[in-house]
């Protein structure tokens, strides 16, 4: 018995070392980009366009990092970059949580239906919705402005979070709803200090999720914002490119800046969005 014991946990062990290299070679095959982009932000001209490929610095510069800041071209499309990122999060939470609460907590006629245009919304592609937003948008004379494309990429955020966040809400008992307002609270002060606070992991899911996809938004951007100065980070990293060659260190300094929040937000908020997207997609 104690044999078959023996035999049993070392095959286990085996088979978990096994596991451990195929993910541990799986995460170098993913995380060596990343590495690549960082390594060559900090080697200078000569190592980058050397016949030698260096697999990390020998001659560690951040000159390609200090190009980048003092260039005010790029000072001011960072802060375009987040200027439309908090917009369209802020634009996309208003709607969706609120959304997500009157589908999850009360009985509205149609909710399947309501729910099935929320997932066919998620499919189409940015290319099918620029025309008719262009129209209607130029019609209310946001173009040029930084809404107008927030409001474009909320457009397609907010039914990932109706989606997300409403079996958050239906998972709530109702006897939170009905201490709160013996209590005193009214609808929205219910709302704001018990129903949020319940689906804590669900929001910070959202709100990274929402911010995220103002980040790295480019059509949107590039096409109701016709006006240069007002362009985010995705849309001018072609400044690198010109007749004369083309600056590799800085664009990878530039993409490692363009990165970094989105490495940010991942490792300290991982365990939040993991559980925010896992709980909401199994609750009903």
Excluded at 153 to 159: D, F, L, M, Q, R
Aim: glycine fraction near 6%; charged fraction near 15%; include cysteine.
């Amino acid at each position: 018995m104690n044999e078959k014991i023996r035999f049993r946990s070392s095959k286990e062990k085996r088979k978990n070392l096994i596991l451990s290299l195929i993910a541990l070679l799986i995460a170098i095959l993913f995380l060596f980009p990343l590495y690549w982009l960082i390594c060559m932000s900090f080697k200078s001209d000569a190592e980058s366009f050397g016949k030698i490929v260096t697999y990390y610095p020998h001659n560690f510069t951040v000159s390609p990092w200090l190009e980048n800041f003092r260039d005010k071209d790029f000072v001011m499309s960072l802060r375009n970059s987040f200027v439309i990122a908090f917009c369209s999060m802020c634009i996309s939470m208003v709607f969706g949580v609120t959304a997500a609460y009157g589908m999850g907590r009360y009985k509205i006629p149609g909710h399947k239906g309501f729910m099935l245009s929320f997932l066919i919304t998620q499919m189409l592609p940015a290319s099918l919705t620029l025309t008719p937003m262009y129209l209607i948008f130029s019609r209310l004379n946001l173009l040029g402005t930084f809404i107008g494309p927030a409001l474009a990429i909320a457009s397609g955020t907010v039914p990932f979070i109706v989606v997300t966040l409403r079996p958050y809400f239906k998972s709530v008992p109702t006897a939170l709803d009905d201490a709160a307002r013996i209590d005193g609270c009214n609808v929205f002060q219910a709302f704001f200090r018990i129903m949020i606070p319940a689906i804590k992991t669900g929001i910070i899911t959202c709100l990274v999720i929402s911010f995220l996809n103002g980040w790295n938004d480019l059509a949107y951007s590039m096409t109701f914002n016709v006006k240069p100065e007002m362009r985010p980070l995705t849309a001018n990293i072609y400044r690198f490119q010109n007749k004369y060659g083309t600056k590799w260190n800085c664009i990878m300094a530039y993409g490692a800046i363009l990165a970094m929040p989105v490495v940010i937000l991942f490792v300290f908020l991982q365990k939040y969005i993991v559980g925010g997207l896992t709980a909401g997609a199994v609750k009903e």
